[in-house]
């Protein structure tokens, strides 16, 4: 039993269409905001402060996700307007890179300390990104190699690319990926003590990063959509290989056995 495509990418309300991807994307957004309040208010903080710097940090994101997408068009030859929302994609790396680095200057500004509030916020942000994947189901997209397992995902004709035009089921990839974010959610709150104890601030960030970075490895294994790829090696996961170095690197940084000058 396959799991079938989606009715409808969109509804009209009132005679305004609405998309269902961008209200996953909203969703999921909202959910980071709430859990990263949450969170931060649990250590002291301020519940308000912390979404207002989330909600402050949402442009950013935005933005960065686009550039990244626009990026690796213009890499596989296809080059879209950057800033083009309706017409172009969003790439998620794109979205943290901006995104954290917008909830630093939003934490230095406001005096927190910044490693606290960045572990504060990936909890949530793993949860968002779950919920925006869904948003991928209702546009057909992002899907894997062809495959009959139980689970498969029914893609319409119209949505399948070339070459795989007979198949009509494939891996749901973008599902694997929404699994894996929300084991991510909950190894970050299940490790949080631990990494504490044995790193500085800033550590569950870290962890978060090397976590989703080799779950995407993996994810990306079974993609068929056409992105460029540098000796054989698709291009999200070069960078994804690079975000899991280099959260190792901010682990070993963080340790508190190391010696600090």
Do not use: K
Request: with cysteine; aromatic share 10%.
């Amino acid at each position: 039993m396959a799991v079938p495509p989606p009715p409808s990418e969109s509804l009209v309300l009132a005679g305004v269409e609405v998309r269902f991807y961008p209200l996953c994307v909203l969703a999921g957004f909202l959910v980071f905001m709430l859990v990263t309040a949450r969170i931060w208010e649990r250590g002291g903080g301020d519940a308000v402060d912390a979404m207002w710097a989330c909600l402050l940090s949402a442009p950013m994101a935005l933005v960065g996700a686009r550039l990244y997408s626009a990026a690796t068009d213009a890499i596989r030859g296809a080059p879209s307007p950057p800033l083009d929302f309706s017409q172009g994609g969003l790439g998620i790396y794109g979205a943290i890179l901006a995104g954290i680095a917008a909830l630093v200057v939003v934490a230095r500004g406001r005096r927190w300390p910044v490693g606290t509030f960045l572990d504060c916020a990936v909890p949530g942000l793993a949860l968002g990104q779950a919920i925006g994947r869904l948003g991928n189901w209702f546009n057909q997209e992002l899907y894997g190699s062809p495959t009959s397992l139980p689970w498969a995902l029914q893609v319409d004709e119209a949505y399948r690319p070339l070459g795989f035009l007979d198949e009509p089921t494939f891996h749901p990839t973008f599902l694997y990926e929404a699994l894996w974010d929300v084991t991510v959610f909950g190894l970050l709150l299940v490790l949080w003590p631990h990494l504490w104890a044995r790193f500085r601030p800033g550590a569950v960030a870290a962890a978060y990063v090397a976590l989703y970075g080799s779950g995407r490895i993996a994810i990306e294994v079974l993609r068929i959509d056409e992105t460029p790829e540098i000796a054989g090696v698709r291009l999200n996961q070069i960078v994804s290989l690079f975000a899991v170095a280099t959260a190792l690197l901010v682990l070993a940084m963080l340790d508190r056995r190391r010696r600090t000058r």
